[in-house]
């Protein structure tokens, strides 16, 4: 009987360790210079903060940016296969479509790309949140109308997540801002992730 006893404690110490050498979730961001700490140190980007508070989570997570300061949705959508392959993430952050709104390029295509992105996410059994961006107020009513419209379409007919608005909160702020007016200053990097953990804290349970 002490054998038997001892043997199960020896098993159940072997499960243990498994369960805990079990390598964190991956979440994947796919992003431009808005994910990629443009002119700021790269520890004071709303990603690297990000990747210190899912440190803290159990079970773990894990982040990976691979967001470019000028990447375009078609850009992205190019790289993502490989990304996907390489990472297995469990959560995908899509944050593109301001390249391609600020060249003012035909928003079906912009929908097209980010469509098709959303799509092999899912297939490769990951949960994606789309984060949106709005644009100056000289790009016209009519073109920043149907930017914003366009991510909140794409994330209910494909039942993906969506944070209406990157930078709500902040864009107009300009204690918050650089001097282009389009990337956050480091103090407003937090606030920048409390607005993405609203639409990809539900993603991590």
Not at 129 to 137: F, Q, R, S, T
Request: aromatic share 4%; glycine share 10%.
């Amino acid at each position: 009987m002490r054998r038997f006893l001892c043997c199960l404690v020896v098993l159940w110490g072997a499960v243990a360790g498994t369960a805990q050498a079990a390598p964190p979730k991956t979440v994947l961001v796919l992003g431009d210079s808005l994910s990629a700490a443009h002119n700021i140190p790269v520890e004071s980007g709303w990603v690297h903060l990000l990747g210190d508070r899912l440190t803290k989570m159990e079970p773990g997570w894990t982040v990976v940016n691979a967001s470019i300061s000028g990447e375009t949705s078609l850009s992205g959508r190019n790289r993502l296969p490989a990304l996907l392959e390489k990472t297995r993430p469990a959560v995908l952050v899509i944050e593109l479509g301001a390249n391609d709104g600020l060249r003012g390029l035909p928003l079906a295509q912009l929908k097209d790309n980010l469509a098709a992105m959303v799509d092999a996410g899912q297939k490769a059994h990951a949960r994606v949140l789309l984060l949106g961006i709005e644009l100056p107020v000289n790009y016209g009513p009519q073109y920043r109308d149907g930017l914003r419209a366009l991510y909140a379409d794409l994330a209910k007919t494909r039942n993906a997540a969506l944070v209406p608005f990157l930078l709500d909160g902040v864009a107009l702020n300009p204690e918050l801002m650089q001097d282009d007016g389009l990337h956050p200053l480091a103090p407003g990097e937090p606030l920048v992730l409390d607005n993405v953990w609203k639409g990809l804290a539900p993603l991590l349970r």
